[in-house]
């Protein structure tokens, strides 16, 4: 699956504020992508109308400010950095996550607060966004 490409490194790993897996679509999905792309039809040939619309450029900005503005309290700063730094304490991980760990953590879970529509970040963002965060930062031993 590598073949042709090359793994990023470390440093360049690091500036992805996450790694989202996905998962492989369902079978009727799946049959859909591949009859549409087998088909013989140019791109220019799918209307593009169709595709719902899910956000503007406004609102996007809009949530880009909302998120900004989110109430990130001391102690859930903290929970967020220990949680980055017992990454590099770890006995089975050999790379630890280091401080922009701890900033995408702290950056994503204010993402979470606004999609769960609070003003504040709980440690249950944090919780829930590490591994996204994390994954592409740590190494195992």
Known sequence: EQEGTYPLPEAQLDRFLLKVLIDYPQLEDEKRMVTAITSGRAASDFDLSQVPRVLGAGELLELQRATAAITVDDEV????????????????IAV?????????LVRASRAQAVLAGRDF????????????????????A
């Open 77 to 92: 700063i903290d929970y967020a950095v220990r949680i980055v730094a017992a990454t590099r304490q770890w006995p089975g």
């Open 96 to 104: 630890g996550a280091g401080p922009r760990g701890s900033i995408a």
């Open 121 to 140: 970040v709980t440690p249950d963002d944090v919780r829930d966004i590490a591994r996204p965060a994390l994954r592409h930062r740590i190494a195992l």
